[in-house]
């Protein structure tokens, strides 16, 4: 049996520069934080002919061709595996749809498992780029690159995404005074709403085509509040950092209509009115998890609390996209 894992994320800074319609014309560049939840993968060999599936619905079919689960279908098209006598499924810590890049973690986590199937070693920046081109390339997917991307490599990092498309990944240089922090002051509050990101950045991507200049001016600032951001957590400067959190989060309003909604804006409110310094909803919006950056942590859970929302504590993960048990 092989099983592999994948982590999900929370987004720092710059979440939109990522999406080619941005970036292939003015570059991109944001901060992301794989975090200790994960998507795993669990491939194994079977007695029977038939190519077994499991994720929300099961699925046994004679071959990988004949999946309706698309990102399964193309993965194992790929990687040249028929699927004949395998049985894959799959597990999450977190459901998809709430913001914490679940898709991208589930194409690399699949890759990944795939790859050691076959013995192939991959190098987390061919992998991130295997999922971009499953999801991005053969399934359309109006998504960005950033979640296949710290899936892959893990920790907090910089992406870089130039216009020609090399996309750079560079560590996050923080001390670990402000790591240790960070993980204790960053608090996840679960909406109890999902969405897909596709779907909520549409809009985005088509106004980009369009070129838009409202868009490319909204993008444009949320790509320097990202370096701000950057500057801020190098120095430390924590403060700083939980007020471009909420900035973002207005530029990100102002962007898309369907970022939020009233039943948001007003528990975001209250988050903010109980002890936190800055916060945003993670992800493309619409739903999911509202982070906060808190030092008055006590009196913001009790109120979160009071609202019905449940926290998910977390950590960073530093190992990326990897192999459990092979």
Known sequence: MIITRSPLRIT???GGTDLPSYYEQFGGFLIAGAIDKYVYITI??????DLIVKYSSLERVPSADHLQHPIIRESMRLVEIDGRALEISSMADIPAGTGLGSSGSFTTALLKALHTHKKHLIHPRELAEQACHVEIGLLKEEIGKQDQYIAAFGGLTCLEFPADGEVKAAPLPITTETLYNLEDD???????YSRSASKVLSDQNRRSLERDPEVERNLHELKEIAYQSQEALVQGDLQRFAELLSLQWEQKKRRTGGASNEEIDRLYQIGMANGALGGKLVGA??????MFYAEDKIRLRHAMLEEGLREVRFRFDFEGTKVVIQ
């Open 12 to 14: 720092l800074g710059g």
């Open 44 to 49: 194994h060999d079977t007695f029977v002919d």
């Open 186 to 192: 960053l608090l996840l509050f679960f909406t109890g």
């Open 285 to 290: 919006g619409g739903g999911g998890f509202l």
